[in-house]
């Protein structure tokens, strides 16, 4: 199916990500900062990234603008926490493709890289 990266200062979700997404077919490959997951992006050409948007040091915004410099149309779901949908919607404004709160919906997750790896045959 798709090559995913998951980009979280959280190893819990990036481990749990990786679990829930690789039996489904998936390759996922994680970075716990912006600035291996900007490395990882270049080195291992992601189809959907699925980026936190508060990380210490380079957060996930920062990180967002970085990819549109390098990939302007590489798939970029941002994950934030509930009540943090300010920063969500400055990111959709920014370029990325959609964007999923915490904790995550299961399905939607799910449905949303199903869509972008469909749209992207």
Do not use: W
Request: hydrophobic content about 50%; proline content about 5%.
């Amino acid at each position: 199916m798709a090559r995913i990266l998951v980009v979280d200062d959280e190893a819990e979700i990036c481990s749990f990500l990786r679990d829930f997404l690789t039996p489904r077919g998936h390759k996922v490959e994680t970075a716990r900062d912006g600035p291996t997951a900007i490395d990882k992006i270049m080195l291992l050409a992601p189809e959907i990234v699925l980026l936190d948007i508060v990380m210490p040091g380079m957060d996930g915004m920062k990180v967002l603008k970085e990819i549109r410099r390098i990939d302007a149309q590489l798939a970029v779901v941002m994950v934030t926490a509930v009540g943090h949908q300010e920063p969500a919607t400055k990111c959709l404004e920014l370029g990325a493709f959609d964007y999923i709160t915490k904790p995550v919906d299961l399905d939607y997750l799910e449905n949303v890289i199903l869509v972008k790896a469909l749209d992207s045959m």
